[in-house]
């Protein structure tokens, strides 16, 4: 069985400061990797996704990640933070489960904090 | 369009009754998956359909829990005798059929049980 790793339930910076939210996952085969961000109180939506090709991904708000097979991570990144960018950061991974279903199996979250 | 729509968007309910959560899905999206958000635990995988196949029921944390959907759209989570435990936020996803497609999710209904 697949799992999904967010190493930090809370990580904090600086307005302006570099942002970096790690996900680590355990996987047979190069799934589909994605990361999703909610707001408060709004419903999660997609930041970004890996599915093939390049493994630098952009997405939304200036976010990307990087798919390392290799090292079995799907980071994300943001160069400077803003204070709309606080909420909770999930990354999620498919992969065909036993029964032949592709059920996407999500991290704990994490919670980033921009501090002004 | 519209997207993904739950009902009730809050829900308080005693220890023991049945509940019934909705979820209307964005038009033309053949997966639907419903998912438990606990307070630090993350969204808990419940139940997944997909068209007219069986649904993946592997989530379901106990026979109290069951879910249907109606003519490949609506489906319907009902809870029955409540626990304490069951008190999350229940969220509904819906998606092409192809793995690599997005999941767009609905709003959730707070489930709280007295």
């Known amino acids: 069985a697949q799992s999904v790793t967010q190493l930090g339930s809370h990580v904090s910076v600086s307005e302006g400061a570099l942002v970096l939210l790690r996900c680590n996952y355990s996987?047979?085969?190069?799934?589909?990797l994605f990361w999703y961000v909610q707001y408060p109180n709004q419903g999660l939506q997609l930041l970004l996704k890996y599915t093939t090709g390049a493994t630098l991904v952009k997405g939304i708000n200036g976010f990307e990640a990087e798919f390392k097979k290799s090292e079995t991570s799907f980071h994300l990144t943001k160069p400077s933070a803003h204070m709309s960018d606080a909420a909770e950061y999930f990354c999620a991974v498919s992969e065909r489960g036993a029964g032949g279903s592709y059920i996407p199996t999500f991290g704990r979250g994490t919670s980033l904090i921009v501090h002004p | 369009g519209a997207g993904v729509s739950q009902s009730p968007s809050n829900k308080v309910t005693e220890k023991g009754k049945d509940v019934e959560l909705r979820c209307d899905p964005i038009?033309?999206?053949?997966?639907l998956y419903w998912y438990r958000q606990s307070l630090g635990q993350g969204l808990e995988f419940l139940i997944y359909f997909q068209g007219n196949s069986a649904p993946d029921k592997s989530g379901l944390p106990s026979d109290r829990f069951s879910a249907e959907r109606t003519g490949g759209s609506v489906s319907t989570l009902t809870i029955q005798r409540t626990q304490q435990e069951d008190s999350a936020v229940y969220l509904c996803a819906s998606s092409q059929a192809l793995p690599q497609e997005t999941q767009y999710f609905g709003p959730g209904t707070r489930l709280l049980v007295l």
């Open positions: 996987s047979s085969v190069p799934p589909y």
């Open positions: 038009s033309g999206h053949t997966a």
